[in-house]
């Protein structure tokens, strides 16, 4: 599968997701039932993948944590919050540049609406 493609199956999966569980829960809550969702679609999903930071050279253990990584393409960020901020873009836009992928989805399943919560995030390499 081709980015794009993934990508569509992720944003399905969120839809099914967040019409079964609804808005409000814990990102934790969410974060499993999309591994669980994905994995039943065929994908291969790892879930809080260290993103370390190079610094000088120095391999940073400390660094970031990605929801979830899909086929090894497509970063997914997950929030559940009464509203998305630029700072959560740029995070995954950082997310995308430390693991040298081309495409991340921010998923905000605190949306009442998801449709209103998905945003494309694309890391020109």
């Known amino acids: 599968m081709i980015e794009n493609e993934v990508s569509g199956v992720v944003v399905d999966a969120a839809y099914k997701v967040h019409t079964t569980l609804g808005p409000g829960l814990l990102e934790s809550v969410y974060e499993a039932a999309m591994e669980y969702e994905l994995r ?16 000088e050279g ?12 899909v086929e090894d393409k497509v970063i997914v960020e997950l929030k559940s919050v009464e509203a998305v901020h630029p700072v959560h873009k740029k995070q995954l836009l950082t997310y995308l540049r430390l693991a040298n992928k081309h495409l991340g989805l921010l998923i905000n399943f605190g949306s009442v609406l998801i449709k209103d919560g998905i945003w494309r995030v694309v890391n020109k390499l």
């Not at 039943?40 to 610094?55: A, E, F, K, N």
């Not at 120095?58 to 990584?69: K, N, S, T, V």
């Open 58 to 69: 120095i391999r940073l253990e400390e660094g970031f944590r990605a929801d979830l990584i």
């Open 40 to 55: 039943r679609r065929g994908l291969g999903v790892i879930r809080q993948v260290t993103l370390p930071v190079i610094y």
